[in-house]
């Protein structure tokens, strides 16, 4: 999607971002029941970490699809094993019919294999037969914090071209949005720099600070989380004594989304899925 098919007005705009928020699960025990509050025919991400591993992101991805929704896995580079893995990963998107995939290096202290990172991944990917239609990648607005910027700036572009010299459409999505200052700073100097791209805002959904502290710690979300920690005053602001709401981020970001061509949301619910889809009930309603 191009910034000139988004919505001309704001609050249309927010409406179709809201509406077409894709849900992030996570495979954990209590999935099964969360599962069944996503949204008819939504859009849902599934996670990939080193505790799980590949294989549960790729049953849950099959459950999903069986439920009727569009399933979008996270498949970890440093989780990834050699050529013939990769060749085995193209194969699942083939036989199930997947139109997108979201690719990460993962949280792994390190790689079980040939692939330190997503950019090597992304090139033998990009020679099997994968049948998609599109490649996420992702994006740091807030930096890395085991990463130099300079080298996720580099990754990001090179990334960027892969995907262009393959022909295969690209969007990158964004670890979790707080700033709002920083995320347009960074989103307008990689927009100065060539990157074409569409973002996905990064958006925690419906849950409560305690909570999103202690479960992004313990299933290690990697740099957002590390940002949430040091920056606990920052998340403290968006906390009223009724709890968070999502439309906080949302709303300032929906008037700048022509200007830095941000076409989609991405919701990190931590399977806390049932509030979060009637926070989106309730603003589509609000929005008309």
């Known amino acids: 999607m191009s910034a000139s098919s988004l919505p001309q007005s704001t609050p249309a705009l927010q409406r179709q971002l809201i509406a077409d928020a894709r849900y992030e699960l996570i495979p954990l025990k209590n999935v099964d029941a969360q599962i069944a509050f996503v949204p008819a025919g939504s859009s849902v991400s599934?996670?990939?970490?080193?505790?799980?591993?590949?294989?549960?992101?790729?049953?849950?991805t099959a459950?999903?699809?069986?439920?009727?929704?569009?399933?979008?896995?996270?498949?970890s580079a440093r989780l990834t094993e050699d050529k013939a893995h990769v060749q085995r990963l193209a194969e699942f998107c083939r036989s199930h019919g997947l139109t997108e995939v979201f690719l990460v290096a993962g949280d792994a202290p390190e790689p079980v294999g040939a692939y330190d990172g997503v950019v090597a991944f992304l090139r033998d990917f990009l020679d099997t037969d994968h049948g998609l239609q599109r490649i996420g990648i992702t994006a740091y607005p807030d930096g890395h914090a085991l990463i130099d910027q300079a080298v996720v700036h580099e990754a990001l572009h090179a990334k960027q071209a892969l995907l262009?010299?393959?022909?295969?459409?690209?969007?990158?999505?964004t670890?979790?949005?707080?700033?709002i200052d920083q995320w347009k700073k960074w989103a307008a100097a990689e927009r100065a720099?060539?990157?074409?791209l569409p973002l996905h805002l990064g958006v925690?959904?419906?849950i409560d600070r305690a909570k999103l502290l202690t479960m992004g710690a313990r299933l290690g979300i990697g740099s957002s989380m590390r940002f949430v920690k040091k920056n606990s005053s920052t998340?403290?602001?968006?906390?009223?004594?009724?709890?968070y709401d999502p439309s906080k981020l949302i709303n300032p970001m929906s008037k700048v989304a022509r200007d830095l061509n941000i076409e989609g949301l991405h919701l990190?619910?931590?399977?806390?899925?049932?509030?979060?889809?009637?926070?989106?009930?309730?603003?589509?309603?609000?929005?008309?």
Not at 49 to 59: E, N
Not at 164 to 173: K, N, Y
Not at 175 to 179: G, L, P, R, S, V
């Open 46 to 60: 599934v996670t990939c970490s080193p505790a799980k591993g590949l294989q549960a992101t790729l049953d849950l």
């Open 63 to 75: 459950k999903i699809l069986d439920q009727g929704h569009v399933a979008v896995p996270h498949f």
């Open 164 to 173: 262009a010299e393959a022909g295969v459409a690209g969007f990158a999505s």
């Open 175 to 179: 670890q979790m949005c707080f700033d």
């Open 193 to 196: 720099a060539g990157f074409t």
């Open 204 to 206: 925690p959904g419906v």
């Open 235 to 243: 998340i403290f602001k968006l906390f009223s004594p009724s709890g």
């Open 268 to 288: 990190f619910t931590f399977n806390n899925v049932d509030a979060t889809a009637a926070w989106q009930q309730k603003q589509l309603a609000k929005l008309g």
